[in-house]
């Protein structure tokens, strides 16, 4: 048995003991040594439901996790007992033609971490101890902080993002929404050559943070709606805009100040609704979506071990397991952190 947070019902988060199944001849035992508290583990534990997928049974949550890989089951040899981890939580099924065409983030058959999209439900990592495929493992040096290694996650989503978007090198960028999706985004822009970068969101706090790590300009989309109205003229200003709030409204807006011939990247979940493709059709705007990401993952580990991105102005908190609910209130006060993590 090991201790998980489990949860029944939005707003309904139980610390309880779960059975752990032996590992098969592929997998190890991780022990939890830090998980971040996801958009998606925020939305189970308010609404019981991300986007079109409800809670049918109790599920744990967490799929930003790293830890330290306690046993090994008997055909493992890439990794150790003792031995410390990010963990990559797509479990891909690596047969089906996705998988054998490079790209295993739309695997037919994905398990992921802490999702209720299939049922029975996948089973997340904010558990004292998990299960993993040998092959989700990514080792990480000993000075690497357990809750910047459990980064690699919501980093290796934003790279992908990047990379959907294109060639960076010297272009304007814009990115909607300042929450951990969002600031990754900037630093990986960054990165990426990116000319200039600006960024929105609703609220002062995180975009007081995007200023520090690097936004050329920030707009309160809020109390300040005009000013991304003025990025409108001369048909747009942009060459790429990222959507990382979910928001319809946002992405809406994001049409308008795109010049032709652009490109927009939907990160961000949305509720159904309609995409403004007048607008897309008169100019000829790229609008392509980036979900989850494939091997930006390890790419993403690597990243953060050597210093290239640093996470440290959005890690925010780090709160006991037993403190779980404490843990998301903080998380989803916007004005009071970005990303929270737990550990037991």
Same mark, same amino acid.
Request: proline share 6%.
């Given at each position: /048995?090991? @201790?998980?947070?489990?949860?029944?019902?939005?707003?309904?988060?139980? &610390?309880?003991? &779960?059975?752990?199944?032996?590992?098969?001849?592929?997998?190890?035992?991780?022990?939890?040594?830090?998980?971040?508290?996801?958009?998606?583990?925020?939305?189970?534990?308010?609404?019981?439901?991300?986007?079109?997928?409800?809670?049918? %049974?109790?599920?744990?949550?967490?799929?930003?996790?790293? #830890?330290?890989?306690?046993?090994?089951?008997?055909?493992?040899? +890439?990794?150790?007992?003792?031995?410390?981890?990010?963990?990559?939580?797509?479990?891909?099924?690596?047969?089906?033609?996705?998988?054998?065409?490079?790209?295993?983030?739309?695997?037919?058959?994905?398990? *992921?971490?802490?999702?209720?999209?299939?049922?029975?439900?996948?089973?997340?990592?904010?558990? %004292?101890? *998990?299960?993993?495929?040998?092959?989700?493992?990514?080792? &990480?040096?000993? +000075?690497?902080? /357990?809750?910047?290694?459990?980064?690699?996650?919501?980093?290796?989503?934003?790279?992908? #993002?990047?990379?959907?978007?294109?060639?960076?090198?010297?272009?304007?960028?814009?990115?909607?929404?300042?929450?951990?999706? #969002?600031?990754?985004?900037? /630093?990986?822009?960054?990165?990426?050559?990116?000319?200039?970068?600006?960024?929105?969101?609703?609220?002062?706090?995180?975009?007081?943070?995007?200023?520090?790590?690097?936004?050329?300009?920030?707009?309160?989309?809020?109390?300040?709606?005009?000013?991304?109205? $003025?990025?409108?003229?001369?048909?747009?200003?942009?060459?790429?805009?990222?959507?990382?709030?979910?928001?319809?409204?946002?992405?809406?807006?994001?049409?308008?100040?795109?010049?032709?011939?652009?490109?927009?990247?939907?990160?961000? /979940?949305?509720?159904? #609704?309609?995409?403004?493709?007048?607008?897309?059709?008169?100019? %000829?705007?790229?609008?392509?979506?980036? *979900?989850? *990401?494939?091997?930006?993952?390890?790419? $993403?580990?690597?990243?953060?071990? $050597?210093?290239?991105?640093?996470?440290?102005?959005?890690?925010?908190?780090?709160?006991?397991?037993?403190?779980?609910?404490?843990?998301?209130?903080?998380?989803?006060?916007?004005?009071?952190? &970005?990303?929270?993590? @737990?550990?037991?």
């Amino acid at each position: /048995m090991t @201790l998980a947070a489990r949860i029944h019902a939005a707003k309904d988060l139980r &610390i309880e003991a &779960i059975a752990l199944r032996e590992p098969e001849a592929d997998e190890v035992v991780v022990a939890l040594g830090a998980g971040g508290i996801c958009g998606s583990d925020l939305s189970y534990y308010g609404k019981g439901r991300v986007g079109d997928f409800s809670l049918r %049974e109790p599920m744990v949550l967490g799929h930003e996790v790293a #830890g330290t890989v306690t046993r090994v089951g008997r055909d493992v040899t +890439s990794v150790r007992p003792g031995d410390r981890v990010a963990v990559d939580p797509s479990r891909p099924c690596l047969s089906c033609d996705y998988c054998r065409a490079g790209r295993s983030n739309l695997c037919r058959n994905m398990r *992921f971490f802490g999702s209720a999209a299939i049922f029975p439900h996948v089973q997340g990592g904010f558990s %004292e101890t *998990f299960l993993a495929r040998a092959d989700q493992c990514v080792p &990480i040096p000993d +000075s690497m902080p /357990m809750r910047v290694a459990a980064c690699g996650e919501p980093l290796a989503v934003a790279l992908h #993002g990047i990379r959907r978007a294109g060639e960076l090198l010297g272009r304007h960028v814009l990115i909607a929404g300042a929450g951990p999706i #969002g600031l990754l985004c900037l /630093m990986a822009a960054k990165l990426a050559g990116a000319r200039r970068i600006v960024c929105t969101d609703l609220a002062d706090a995180p975009l007081a943070i995007a200023r520090e790590i690097g936004a050329a300009e920030t707009v309160n989309v809020a109390s300040e709606p005009e000013r991304l109205a $003025a990025y409108e003229a001369d048909k747009g200003t942009f060459d790429v805009a990222l959507e990382a709030t979910g928001a319809p409204a946002a992405l809406a807006s994001l049409f308008r100040v795109v010049r032709p011939g652009g490109r927009v990247v939907q990160l961000g /979940m949305m509720p159904p #609704g309609d995409v403004p493709v007048n607008l897309l059709m008169a100019r %000829e705007i790229d609008f392509v979506g980036a *979900f989850r *990401f494939h091997e930006e993952y390890r790419t $993403a580990v690597a990243l953060l071990a $050597a210093g290239r991105i640093d996470v440290a102005p959005i890690l925010s908190a780090e709160l006991p397991m037993s403190r779980a609910d404490e843990a998301f209130a903080l998380a989803a006060d916007r004005a009071r952190a &970005i990303k929270v993590h @737990l550990a037991f």
